[in-house]
């Protein structure tokens, strides 16, 4: 039996997988939590430790990893299909780095400005990371197809300029931020969940779960965008449309992401790249399957970056891009020897 003719048998057996790795990260740890005390509720009053640490602290780290996760595995997928091309990925392209820059800027600056001060820091992160990751896509967009058709070399060449450009931004601002806030911004930058609350994953939760439901909507469509812009045109799609929403959400998506996490490479290059060996690239399973492997994936990491090294927390940006970075690699050699590069 193949399993590229199975998407379904894949799609469930990512979502067990996804719930035993989510178990596992709320009993994990160094408080000690079993099933048992878990499920029974035994001696779990708001005052006891193992309730604090498993549903203040563990179980919104596991659902914002999960939102942030799907969210950022969905809107690779949905990048890449957008630009026709297998190597686009938000934090390659500047989508991550236009939202850093823009949640770096609130995080520095953002109590300076009087109007600003009167907005929650909960609305105002994820609504400046949101911008700034919208106008490195429209950027990325306009210069890229004006310049080879959206070809991979020109998508990338615009997306490290940008990335430089945001780099240096932040760069500024870390510069101007006052020594206490250093460490929280600069950890924040190299992404992690330590952040993570029950506000955080509310909020979160709003704004990744219909983005995301919207995008899965729009699978046929990125299937008929695929076969080029003249030939979805003719089959019906509205192209202008459509990628002006699909380039709405994704920043959405990535920004909200961006906000709370910080940043946290190669999810959406990595995750719907490994999942087109098996379940085939038609976008109405791949884009639930990069949902759960991407929060399958976020989760596991998140894991290991708070057990690891124990006591102390790796930025889970830096295992990420461990990870990612040789598959990168990969990636273009086999882009290279197809003769795409």
Same mark, same amino acid.
């Given at each position: &039996?193949?399993?590229?003719?199975?998407?379904?048998?894949?799609? =469930?057996?990512?979502?067990? @997988?996804?719930?035993?790795?989510?178990?596992?990260?709320? %009993?994990?740890?160094?408080?000690?939590?079993?099933?048992?005390?878990?499920?029974?509720? @035994?001696?779990?009053?708001?005052?006891?430790?193992?309730?604090?640490?498993?549903?203040?602290?563990?179980?919104?780290? &596991? =659902? #914002?990893?999960? *939102? !942030?996760?799907?969210?950022?595995?969905?809107?690779?997928?949905?990048?890449?299909?957008?630009?026709?091309?297998?190597?686009?990925?938000?934090?390659?392209?500047?989508?991550?780095?236009?939202?850093?820059?823009?949640?770096?800027?609130?995080? +520095?600056?953002?109590?300076?400005?009087?109007?600003?001060?009167?907005?929650?820091?909960?609305? &105002?992160?994820?609504?400046?990371?949101?911008?700034?990751?919208? =106008?490195?896509?429209?950027?990325?967009?306009?210069?890229?197809?004006?310049?080879?058709?959206?070809?991979?070399?020109?998508?990338?060449?615009?997306? %490290?300029?940008?990335?430089?450009?945001?780099?240096?931004?932040?760069?500024?601002?870390?510069?101007?931020?006052?020594?206490?806030?250093?460490?929280?911004?600069?950890?924040?930058? =190299?992404?992690?969940?330590?952040?993570?609350?029950?506000?955080?994953?509310?909020?979160?939760?709003?704004?990744?779960? $219909? @983005?995301?439901?919207? *995008?899965?909507?729009?699978?046929?469509?990125?299937?008929?965008?695929?076969?080029?812009?003249?030939?979805?045109?003719?089959?019906?799609?509205?192209?202008?449309?459509?990628?002006?929403?699909?380039?709405? #959400?994704?920043?959405?998506?990535?920004?909200?992401? !961006?906000?709370?996490?910080? &940043?946290?490479?190669?999810?959406?290059?990595?995750?719907?790249?490994?999942?087109?060996? +098996?379940?085939? /690239?038609?976008?109405?399973?791949? #884009? /639930?399957?990069?949902?759960?492997?991407?929060?399958?994936?976020?989760?596991?990491?998140?894991?290991?970056?708070?057990?690891?090294?124990? $006591?102390?927390?790796? $930025?889970?940006?830096?295992?990420?891009? #461990?990870?990612?970075? $040789?598959?990168?690699?990969? %990636?273009?050699?086999?882009?290279?020897?197809?003769?795409?590069?």
């Amino acid at each position: &039996m193949s399993y590229r003719r199975k998407p379904s048998l894949i799609l =469930l057996v990512l979502a067990l @997988a996804l719930i035993a790795v989510s178990v596992l990260s709320l %009993l994990t740890g160094a408080i000690e939590v079993t099933i048992s005390d878990w499920v029974l509720g @035994a001696d779990y009053t708001r005052q006891s430790v193992a309730s604090v640490v498993l549903f203040d602290i563990r179980l919104p780290r &596991m =659902l #914002l990893a999960s *939102l !942030v996760g799907a969210g950022l595995g969905v809107s690779g997928a949905v990048i890449q299909g957008l630009f026709r091309n297998p190597l686009a990925d938000p934090g390659l392209i500047g989508v991550s780095g236009g939202a850093a820059l823009g949640a770096a800027y609130i995080l +520095v600056l953002g109590s300076q400005s009087l109007w600003l001060a009167t907005i929650p820091i909960n609305i &105002m992160l994820p609504t400046a990371a949101f911008m700034g990751g919208l =106008l490195a896509t429209l950027l990325v967009m306009t210069f890229s197809w004006s310049a080879r058709a959206g070809s991979v070399t020109a998508i990338l060449l615009v997306g %490290l300029a940008i990335n430089t450009m945001a780099t240096g931004g932040i760069g500024l601002l870390t510069a101007l931020t006052d020594q206490d806030s250093l460490g929280n911004l600069t950890f924040w930058l =190299l992404g992690s969940m330590a952040g993570a609350d029950v506000n955080n994953v509310l909020i979160a939760a709003a704004v990744i779960v $219909p @983005a995301i439901c919207l *995008l899965l909507r729009d699978a046929s469509n990125l299937d008929c965008l695929l076969l080029g812009e003249s030939s979805a045109r003719t089959l019906g799609v509205p192209v202008t449309a459509l990628k002006l929403r699909l380039v709405f #959400l994704s920043a959405l998506v990535v920004g909200c992401a !961006v906000a709370f996490t910080g &940043m946290i490479g190669f999810i959406g290059l990595i995750v719907p790249n490994l999942l087109r060996f +098996v379940v085939g /690239p038609l976008h109405r399973w791949l #884009l /639930p399957a990069s949902a759960i492997f991407g929060a399958l994936l976020l989760v596991t990491a998140d894991l290991l970056a708070r057990t690891i090294w124990f $006591p102390r927390e790796l $930025p889970i940006g830096v295992l990420t891009s #461990l990870i990612g970075a $040789p598959i990168f690699i990969f %990636l273009i050699a086999v882009q290279r020897r197809k003769g795409l590069l």
